[in-house]
């Protein structure tokens, strides 16, 4: 290849255009460390005014680069983020640093959009050294609101927490970065740019956001199963689907998946352009911040609606009549169903897990199948072992994700195709299916109560206090009652996990207070927060089969919940009668 000083070559067409540029060379700038560039449960987040000061962000992602080290140089990255404000200054100055730090190729979605998923989907594809993903996920976007800066290793799954680490000690002694300041390059058209730096050839390949995953998809799913679905055939109705991408990265694929490929009514998909400031939404898909869906929903116009966030990893399904399906239970229900989906037809089922706090109607589906069952701790970076060790086929959160080990990232989309698949299968409406579930399995009430934004430091020492309290063994077998329900506590601890592939051991993954009955609650901090402090208090508890499955989740665990606030004291340190969302 020659490269010739300011040559353009280019066709407008997607999948030819072609670039030719001018050689130039990399610097090393002085910087400073900046405190806590920590790495949360999912990434860097911080408000967007915290990115923008100077070197703030150049130091985070030469952080990521040294702690890849000795693999960057002649690395191929995948990079891509849900679109939000900021992204596009974040794009470019990834491509310098990447340029000066050795990097040998960057794969970028167009317009610097790419979900979640769809990182987890190309690194794999491409083999790639692993990607940067651009996003605070659920939380908002804009201006005065949060940005977000993650890693993902060659799996396509979430770094673990060695490499994030690694990453924050660097940046706590960062002094110096490397980069290409003169070096432009577009991400509007898809196409090869090649660049020289420093003598070595450096390329940026800018591809369709949506195409390798809409293959993946396809290779997963029955698409003509779906179809016949959504469009009906033989005396049998279309079934009528609203999709809500919340003006999160999900437009594009939404609109090509369900509406160009699998014929639902164009109208039937709203907010399906991604825009910077997500239009003032907050993406998170829960009955709180979707209630637009939720309304929607609630005249019975639709058999399905489906919300996901800004990134497009989690899901929230209704059903009709804004019929809610508990992220828990739609692990269950696909766990006991996953035959119908012809990935898993052919590849066949290994083990399902969940995360800590979510409910556990998914381990009576294993116990049924005969099908290992891993509780990890809260975060999909703790199943990528497990998936790459080929011990994992579905695992799901309570916070809306779900997803198989077809990528190493939850998948919103991927789990509406799978519920779709299921329906399709099964022949009944959601409620159906989760009633007739929990007739088989019995039923685990499920709640979340988060009390957002809190100051930290009451919320540091309710922690603290909450566990001496609880962890004190003279607290086993103390009897708490709340109206007619008596609760006697069995087990308390700080939930601790060790990796059973590389042994890695993770602490202080939440509160859990067990019961003899099998109910429970858990508190944890979240980690995804860019300030404050937010309480997460989660609580379950089960009845069986024949007894009283039909209740508001809210009434069934009523009493659960009053007795978790009053031996935490959370009124009392928060200052907060109300969560500010309940699931
Ligand atoms: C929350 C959820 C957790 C999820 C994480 C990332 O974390 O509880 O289950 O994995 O968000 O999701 P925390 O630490 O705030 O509780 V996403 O869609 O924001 O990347
Ligand atoms: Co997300």
Redesign the pocket.
Same mark, same amino acid.
């Given at each position: 290849m020659k490269y010739f000083t300011g040559m353009i070559i280019f066709s407008t067409s997607c999948a030819t255009s072609f670039f030719v540029l001018s050689m130039m060379n990399s610097m090393k700038k002085l910087t400073k460390p900046f405190e806590g560039q920590k790495p949360? @449960? *999912?990434g860097l987040r911080k408000a967007v005014k915290v990115f923008q000061q100077q070197n703030y962000t150049e130091n985070f992602i030469q952080a990521i680069l040294s702690a890849i080290q000795p693999s960057v140089v002649g690395s191929t990255l995948v990079v891509g983020g849900d679109g939000r404000f900021y992204s596009t200054e974040v794009v470019d100055l990834i491509i310098k640093i990447a340029a000066a730090n050795g990097v040998k190729k960057l794969i970028i979605g167009l317009k610097g959009i790419l979900s @979640?998923p769809a990182v987890s989907c190309i690194i794999r594809k491409y083999k790639a050294t692993g990607g940067i993903v651009l996003t605070a *996920?659920?939380n908002p976007g804009g201006p005065n609101n949060d940005f977000g800066i993650k890693y993902n290793t060659s799996n396509g799954g979430p770094a673990p927490e060695s490499v994030t680490n690694s990453i924050y000690e660097i940046s706590k002694n960062i002094d110096s970065y490397s980069i290409v300041p003169d070096l432009k390059c577009s991400i509007d058209y898809c196409g090869h740019q090649y660049f020289k730096v420093d003598g070595k050839e450096f390329e940026v390949e800018v591809i369709d956001s949506v195409l390798d995953y809409l293959q993946l998809m396809k290779n997963i799913f029955d698409f003509d199963i779906i179809r016949k679905l959504i469009k009906g055939s033989d005396n049998k109705p279309p079934f009528n689907i609203l999709i809500d991408s919340m003006n999160g990265v999900t437009g594009p694929y939404v609109k090509k998946i369900f509406i160009d490929e699998l014929g639902a009514p164009s109208n039937n998909a709203v907010n399906i352009v991604p825009l910077p400031d997500f239009g003032g939404l907050h993406p998170d898909p829960n009955l709180t911040y979707a209630d637009g869906l939720v309304t929607a929903l609630k005249n019975g116009e639709y058999d399905l609606g489906a919300a996901f966030?800004g990134?497009g990893?989690?899901n929230m399904i209704l059903g009709k009549k804004a019929f809610f399906i508990n992220p828990s239970d739609s692990l269950a229900v696909l766990a006991n169903n996953l035959d119908c989906i012809p990935y898993f037809k052919k590849g066949g089922i290994t083990g399902f897990a969940r /995360?800590m706090p979510t409910g556990s109607a998914v381990d009576r589906v294993a116990a049924k199948l005969g099908k290992e069952l891993f509780e990890v701790p $809260?975060?999909?970076k703790f199943f990528g072992n497990l998936m790459d060790a080929g011990r994992l086929s579905l695992c799901g +959160? +309570? /916070?809306f994700?779900t997803g198989s080990d077809h990528i190493r990232e939850?998948d919103g989309i991927w789990a509406v195709l799978a519920w779709l698949s299921v329906i399709a299968n099964v022949g009944e409406p959601v409620d159906s299916i989760l009633t007739s579930h929990w007739k088989s399995f019995g039923r685990n009430y499920f709640t979340r109560y988060d009390y957002e934004n809190c100051e930290s430091e009451p919320c540091n020492q309710m922690m603290i206090d909450l566990e001496k309290k609880v962890t004190n063994p003279t607290i086993v077998g103390q009897k708490f009652t709340y109206g007619q329900k008596v609760y006697v506590l069995k087990h308390a601890d700080n939930f601790e996990y060790c990796d059973p592939i590389d042994k890695s051991f993770t602490k202080k993954q939440g509160i859990r207070v067990l019961f003899e009955d099998g109910s429970r609650f858990v508190f944890?901090l *979240?980690? $995804?927060?860019s300030s404050g402090a @937010?309480i997460?208090l989660y609580a379950e508890s089960y009845e069986p089969p024949n007894s009283n499955i039909l209740e508001d989740a809210q009434v069934a665990l009523k009493p659960l919940v009053q007795i978790a606030l009053e031996i935490s004291k959370l009124p009392q340190y928060t200052k907060r009668d109300v969560p500010t969302v309940i699931t």
């Amino acid at each position: 290849m020659k490269y010739f000083t300011g040559m353009i070559i280019f066709s407008t067409s997607c999948a030819t255009s072609f670039f030719v540029l001018s050689m130039m060379n990399s610097m090393k700038k002085l910087t400073k460390p900046f405190e806590g560039q920590k790495p949360g @449960t *999912s990434g860097l987040r911080k408000a967007v005014k915290v990115f923008q000061q100077q070197n703030y962000t150049e130091n985070f992602i030469q952080a990521i680069l040294s702690a890849i080290q000795p693999s960057v140089v002649g690395s191929t990255l995948v990079v891509g983020g849900d679109g939000r404000f900021y992204s596009t200054e974040v794009v470019d100055l990834i491509i310098k640093i990447a340029a000066a730090n050795g990097v040998k190729k960057l794969i970028i979605g167009l317009k610097g959009i790419l979900s @979640t998923p769809a990182v987890s989907c190309i690194i794999r594809k491409y083999k790639a050294t692993g990607g940067i993903v651009l996003t605070a *996920s659920h939380n908002p976007g804009g201006p005065n609101n949060d940005f977000g800066i993650k890693y993902n290793t060659s799996n396509g799954g979430p770094a673990p927490e060695s490499v994030t680490n690694s990453i924050y000690e660097i940046s706590k002694n960062i002094d110096s970065y490397s980069i290409v300041p003169d070096l432009k390059c577009s991400i509007d058209y898809c196409g090869h740019q090649y660049f020289k730096v420093d003598g070595k050839e450096f390329e940026v390949e800018v591809i369709d956001s949506v195409l390798d995953y809409l293959q993946l998809m396809k290779n997963i799913f029955d698409f003509d199963i779906i179809r016949k679905l959504i469009k009906g055939s033989d005396n049998k109705p279309p079934f009528n689907i609203l999709i809500d991408s919340m003006n999160g990265v999900t437009g594009p694929y939404v609109k090509k998946i369900f509406i160009d490929e699998l014929g639902a009514p164009s109208n039937n998909a709203v907010n399906i352009v991604p825009l910077p400031d997500f239009g003032g939404l907050h993406p998170d898909p829960n009955l709180t911040y979707a209630d637009g869906l939720v309304t929607a929903l609630k005249n019975g116009e639709y058999d399905l609606g489906a919300a996901f966030d800004g990134d497009g990893d989690r899901n929230m399904i209704l059903g009709k009549k804004a019929f809610f399906i508990n992220p828990s239970d739609s692990l269950a229900v696909l766990a006991n169903n996953l035959d119908c989906i012809p990935y898993f037809k052919k590849g066949g089922i290994t083990g399902f897990a969940r /995360s800590m706090p979510t409910g556990s109607a998914v381990d009576r589906v294993a116990a049924k199948l005969g099908k290992e069952l891993f509780e990890v701790p $809260t975060g999909w970076k703790f199943f990528g072992n497990l998936m790459d060790a080929g011990r994992l086929s579905l695992c799901g +959160e +309570e /916070s809306f994700g779900t997803g198989s080990d077809h990528i190493r990232e939850k998948d919103g989309i991927w789990a509406v195709l799978a519920w779709l698949s299921v329906i399709a299968n099964v022949g009944e409406p959601v409620d159906s299916i989760l009633t007739s579930h929990w007739k088989s399995f019995g039923r685990n009430y499920f709640t979340r109560y988060d009390y957002e934004n809190c100051e930290s430091e009451p919320c540091n020492q309710m922690m603290i206090d909450l566990e001496k309290k609880v962890t004190n063994p003279t607290i086993v077998g103390q009897k708490f009652t709340y109206g007619q329900k008596v609760y006697v506590l069995k087990h308390a601890d700080n939930f601790e996990y060790c990796d059973p592939i590389d042994k890695s051991f993770t602490k202080k993954q939440g509160i859990r207070v067990l019961f003899e009955d099998g109910s429970r609650f858990v508190f944890r901090l *979240s980690g $995804t927060g860019s300030s404050g402090a @937010t309480i997460r208090l989660y609580a379950e508890s089960y009845e069986p089969p024949n007894s009283n499955i039909l209740e508001d989740a809210q009434v069934a665990l009523k009493p659960l919940v009053q007795i978790a606030l009053e031996i935490s004291k959370l009124p009392q340190y928060t200052k907060r009668d109300v969560p500010t969302v309940i699931t």
